[in-house]
């Protein structure tokens, strides 16, 4: 069983880190170069750093995912198919490609269960007032080269935008060009948010961070002030 980093606070926030990892568990083969490990498709790109450090300054618990999202993908339903991606970004993943139920439900039972379960025994223990899941982005796809990302960090929402309707203004009154809903949709790609923060009426800020800001100390120091600031903004307001 694959459990994920727990980290204490007191603060009345829940930090959430689904794609923190690169990590793959013994006796998994994904078949694809180690060098790919260290890509976008496998991680966040910055965001175990930015999480701690935002768990720091905050004073806030944070549950932090110990496995690459190639092995399985704790930001989407179990039984979406995607959730054990057999490519991502043009790259395909051969040990995803025919992997028998077994192993499949085998994933999921040790590493997606325990991972969820941890957030809501943390949610019942000390329900927050917000909840922060923080990702990270490409400037570019692989397969689409041309299409820059303009955004040096978004806000994710699906039905609920109390936070991020916040969360934008906080970020844009610092001359920021923010993604609304971008580079991805909340609408389209929110599970996690979805199942413990809109299920259960709890606000939230899904806030994706271009990961060419993330890949030095100096980066996540600036991003941890910037997103600190911007949830303790946030928070007031609720």
Known sequence: MSLPEILPG???????ADHASASVPPGIDLGIPPALLNDHIAVDIGTDALTRRLARALSAPAIIAT????????????????????????HMIPGNWTIPADEREMRIAAIHTPYHDAIARQIAHARPALIIAVHSF?????????????????ILYNQDDRAARRGLVALASRGLHVGDNQPYSGRDLNYTCDRHAEAAHIPYLGIEVRNDG??????????????ADCIATVRRGL
């Open 10 to 16: 007191t603060a009345d926030l829940l930090l959430i």
């Open 138 to 154: 490409t400037p570019c796809l692989a397969t689409r080269p041309d299409e820059q990302r303009p955004w040096p960090v978004g």
């Open 67 to 90: 496995v690459s999202r190639l092995v399985v993908d704790l930001n989407r339903d179990p039984a979406d198919l995607g959730a054990v991606p057999a490519s991502s970004d043009g």
């Open 214 to 227: 993330l890949q030095t100390k100096e980066g996540v120091a600036r991003w941890t002030h910037i997103l």
